[in-house]
């Protein structure tokens, strides 16, 4: 991947992180809880009960709750998922829609050795949020010039990066889509949507996302999180990356 350019903060992960799940003996209770879930969601127990239960059970803390939440899924809803997702060979001369905010700060994560979390259905997640505003960080445009550089090699015929309009700098996010685009002669086009998880589900579109309601309402999609982390670390996953 490229070298960081800008002098700006990590996204980084919080204090309480390593504790929470920097040791086997939290990365096993996480797993053991997953376990649960699953058998809760697949026999069709509603999921804030589930979680409620279940966190309770294995006292797991805000942010252990959120990872477990990433990571959960139904039996019925992984079966669906996987039915839809596309291998890198099926991307070429296709047009795809980037869940922007989304797919930036699960990559910005990782490279900043946040943790990241594997769920059931494949796809890797982070448990940070925009909380309305978006702010750079330091991987920012290491993570959309790698992105720019995987779909080029897969041959797509286009990119269109889809922001959500009512966040905070997405209007800048956009710009700055643009003048990177035109750097690297990526074949990039850039909306701004207040209804993007809509948006993203609506026709046959090919998607890029690891939001769990766009997964299951979408025609189809690609799962780059696990491209990228596979191609960086094809033999031992870092500590930071947690599985079930």
Same mark, same amino acid.
């Given at each position: 991947m490229?070298?960081?350019?800008?002098?700006?903060?990590?996204?980084g992960?919080?204090?309480?992180?390593?504790?929470?799940?920097?040791?086997?003996?939290?990365?096993?209770?996480?797993?053991?809880?997953?376990?649960?879930m !699953?058998?809760?969601l697949?026999?069709n127990?509603?999921?804030?009960?589930?979680?409620?239960?279940?966190? =309770?059970r294995?006292?797991? %803390?805000?942010?252990?709750?959120?990872?477990?939440?990433?990571?959960a899924?139904?039996?019925?809803?992984?079966?669906?998922?996987?039915?839809?997702?596309?291998?890198?060979e099926?991307?070429?001369?296709r047009i795809?829609?980037?869940?922007?905010?989304?797919?930036?700060?699960?990559?910005?994560? *990782?490279?900043?050795q946040?943790f $990241?979390?594997?769920?059931?259905d494949?796809?890797?997640?982070d448990i940070?949020?925009? !909380?309305?505003?978006?702010?750079?960080?330091?991987?920012?445009?290491e $993570?959309?010039v790698?992105?720019?550089?995987?779909?080029? %090699?897969l041959?797509l015929e286009k990119?269109?990066? +889809?922001?959500?309009?009512p966040?905070? =700098?997405?209007? %800048?996010?956009?710009?700055?889509c643009?003048e990177?685009a035109q750097?690297?002669?990526?074949?990039?086009e $850039?909306? *701004?949507?207040?209804?993007?998880? %809509?948006?993203?589900?609506?026709?046959?579109?090919? +998607?890029?996302?690891?939001?769990?309601?766009?997964?299951?309402?979408?025609?189809?999609w690609f799962?780059?999180?696990?491209? $990228?982390?596979?191609?960086?670390?094809?033999?031992t996953?870092?500590p930071?990356?947690i599985?079930?």
């Amino acid at each position: 991947m490229e070298g960081k350019t800008e002098s700006l903060k990590n996204r980084g992960k919080s204090s309480e992180d390593d504790k929470l799940f920097g040791n086997e003996k939290e990365e096993i209770k996480i797993i053991e809880a997953l376990k649960d879930m !699953h058998y809760l969601l697949s026999r069709n127990f509603p999921a804030k009960a589930s979680v409620g239960l279940v966190g =309770n059970r294995y006292r797991l %803390k805000t942010r252990q709750i959120k990872a477990l939440q990433g990571m959960a899924a139904s039996s019925k809803d992984v079966a669906l998922r996987k039915s839809k997702e596309l291998t890198p060979e099926e991307l070429k001369d296709r047009i795809i829609y980037l869940d922007g905010f989304n797919v930036i700060i699960l990559l910005e994560t *990782l490279l900043s050795q946040g943790f $990241v979390f594997k769920g059931l259905d494949g796809c890797y997640r982070d448990i940070s949020s925009v !909380h309305g505003t978006y702010k750079r960080v330091s991987q920012t445009q290491e $993570v959309l010039v790698t992105i720019g550089k995987i779909f080029s %090699k897969l041959e797509l015929e286009k990119v269109i990066w +889809v922001f959500d309009a009512p966040v905070s =700098n997405s209007g %800048k996010m956009k710009s700055f889509c643009y003048e990177l685009a035109q750097q690297h002669n990526f074949n990039w086009e $850039v909306l *701004l949507d207040n209804s993007p998880d %809509k948006f993203l589900c609506e026709g046959d579109k090919l +998607v890029c996302s690891s939001d769990a309601w766009i997964l299951n309402e979408c025609k189809q999609w690609f799962n780059l999180g696990s491209y $990228v982390i596979n191609n960086l670390f094809p033999n031992t996953k870092p500590p930071y990356i947690i599985e079930p």
